[in-house]
């Protein structure tokens, strides 16, 4: 549904949001962006198993769009949105989700995704524990290394609301962590 929600986005753009020039190949785009994502849905989800679905469906969603997507200024940031999002859902599925898996014992490859420390794991569970869009700023910004700009583009959000979701993730963590596990 989500998805859909940005796909629905997309189409009210104005035609000044959109480069005037034929966008980039999929393909080029898909190699250049693929594992970032699968990272950055990772990161978000803190599951492994749903990471490359997430990826896979905010790409899907793109290409199948390509020609409107593309032609965006900025499309990784329309496809950043769309795996923020759906690793929203997945987080708050979770439960669910993990009792699923116990049952049917699915073991997937999950050698794209990048393996954390046990220190860092802990970390983003508790970054994942933050409101919704605290957790996606938190990620864009310390996984993905995005500036405050290009996160706001990504969430479709302003720069100010970026700063503030930000501060106040911090300042969560900072006080649930306390002044050993500094925040950078």
């Known amino acids: 549904m989500m998805v859909e929600d940005d796909l629905h986005e997309l189409s009210r753009m104005s035609q000044a949001e959109r480069i005037p020039a034929s966008p980039e190949p999929f393909e080029?785009?898909?190699?250049?962006?693929?594992?970032?994502?699968?990272?950055l849905a990772y990161a978000l989800s803190g599951s492994r198993l749903?990471?490359?679905?997430?990826?896979?469906?905010?790409?899907?969603?793109?290409?199948?769009?390509?020609?409107?997507?593309?032609?965006?200024?900025?499309?990784?940031a329309w496809v950043r949105r769309v795996v923020a999002n759906k690793a929203v859902s997945v987080v708050r599925k979770r439960v669910s989700?993990?009792?699923?898996?116990a049952r049917l014992a699915i073991h997937r490859d999950v050698a794209s995704v990048p393996d954390l420390t046990a220190e860092s794991e802990w970390l983003w569970g508790e970054v994942r524990r933050l409101p919704r869009?605290?957790?996606q700023v938190i990620g864009l910004r310390y996984y993905?290394?995005?500036?405050?700009?290009?996160?706001?583009?990504?969430?479709?959000?302003?720069?100010?609301?970026?700063?503030?979701?930000?501060?106040?993730?911090?300042?969560?963590?900072?006080?649930?962590?306390?002044?050993?596990?500094?925040?950078?």
């Open 144 to 184: 993905d290394q995005l500036s405050m700009s290009e996160i706001a583009e990504a969430l479709g959000c302003s720069k100010e609301s970026v700063h503030t979701h930000l501060r106040r993730a911090r300042k969560t963590l900072t006080r649930r962590i306390g002044s050993e596990g500094e925040l950078p």
């Open 50 to 76: 749903a990471a490359d679905d997430i990826a896979q469906e905010a790409l899907l969603a793109a290409y199948k769009r390509w020609d409107e997507v593309g032609s965006l200024e900025n499309p990784g």
């Open 97 to 101: 989700e993990a009792k699923g898996l």
């Open 28 to 39: 080029v785009f898909f190699r250049r962006e693929s594992r970032r994502l699968v990272g």
């Open 133 to 135: 869009r605290q957790v």
